[in-house]
């Protein structure tokens, strides 16, 4: 009898063992399947997002390329009207959209490093999507070399532009000045001492010194003269009588009138600047 208790229980004892055993590999099991759950829920879960993303980037990259072929437009009619009016602001306008494409090219490069690293990370590497971002990548390259050459090119017609504009300001300034010269006349009043000391008038003719006339001296110097311009001097004030004051200078006497302001003062009036200035130094003689 002792020997069927002992082998009963032996029996317990082993079917025991053997569903804990069965249940221990279950709970694995199940951790196992629940793991691979979570795993292919993430890597679904990636997918989408990817999908997402990818669909996003490559509306982007395409809008970033209509954006850049139509600054392309624009810098094409910049760069000719460029080459007609030489102006500052179109310059301008031709860098700033040239850097408006280098931001969009360097945006959608980024863009497709970052789609291409994800598509790996996600597992969704296909022939396919793979072609689609390599494609847009050359056109972005092809797009890179085109506007090195235009920065060339424009860099190329800014030495030529400020080449230009120097000669330009080079003749302004030649202009300037012979305006400037051909505006300047000279004029001086004094008396006849003053003006034979300073070797600007002369006498000659005459017989036994008698009815000399007074003339302009050949080489007096014209630090002698005050300086006016011809554009504003419509007229000149005289201190002194009309009586007392000659034009000795050879002026033609209908391009301009002596007239008496008072008995100490006399002007004289230009009437016909281009006539009178005809002779660029004025000799007002003075009788003491």
């Not at 010194?209 to 300086?227: E, T």
Request: glycine share 2%; hydrophobic share 35%; charged share 35%.
């Amino acid at each position: 009898m002792k020997k069927y208790i002992v082998l009963f229980v032996s029996l317990l004892i082993l079917f025991g063992c053997s569903d804990k055993q069965k249940l221990t590999q279950l709970e694995e099991k199940n951790a196992q399947l629940e793991t691979e759950y979570k795993l292919l829920t993430e890597q679904t879960k990636l997918r989408d997002q990817f999908i997402e993303e990818y669909t996003r980037t490559i509306n982007e990259v395409y809008d970033n390329l209509e954006r850049i072929r139509k600054r392309e437009g624009l810098l094409s009619k910049y760069s000719k009207d460029l080459e007609k009016q030489k102006t500052v602001s179109l310059r301008e306008k031709m860098l700033s959209n040239i850097e408006s494409i280098d931001a969009y090219l360097r945006s959608s490069k980024k863009q497709l490093k970052k789609l291409k690293d994800k598509m790996y990370s996600a597992q969704m590497q296909t022939a396919s999507l793979e072609e689609t971002i390599n494609k847009l990548n050359e056109t972005l390259e092809e797009k890179e070399r085109y506007i090195t050459e235009l920065k060339n090119q424009v860099e190329q017609l800014n030495v030529r532009i400020a080449r230009a504009e120097e000669e330009l300001q080079q003749k302004e300034e030649t202009i300037q000045t012979q305006t400037r010269r051909l505006n300047t006349a000279y004029y001086i009043i004094a008396n006849e001492k003053e003006l034979k000391e300073k070797g600007i008038i002369e006498e000659k003719g005459g017989i036994f010194g008698i009815r000399k006339a007074k003339k302009l001296a050949p080489g007096f110097s014209k630090s002698d003269f005050m300086v006016t311009d011809i554009a504003s001097t419509n007229s000149i004030a005289i201190n002194e009588n009309i009586k007392r004051v000659k034009i000795i200078s050879p002026h033609n006497p209908e391009s301009y009138h002596l007239v008496k302001k008072d008995e100490k003062q006399t002007i004289l009036e230009i009437i016909d600047p281009e006539e009178f200035w005809k002779i660029k130094y004025l000799v007002i003689l003075t009788k003491s």
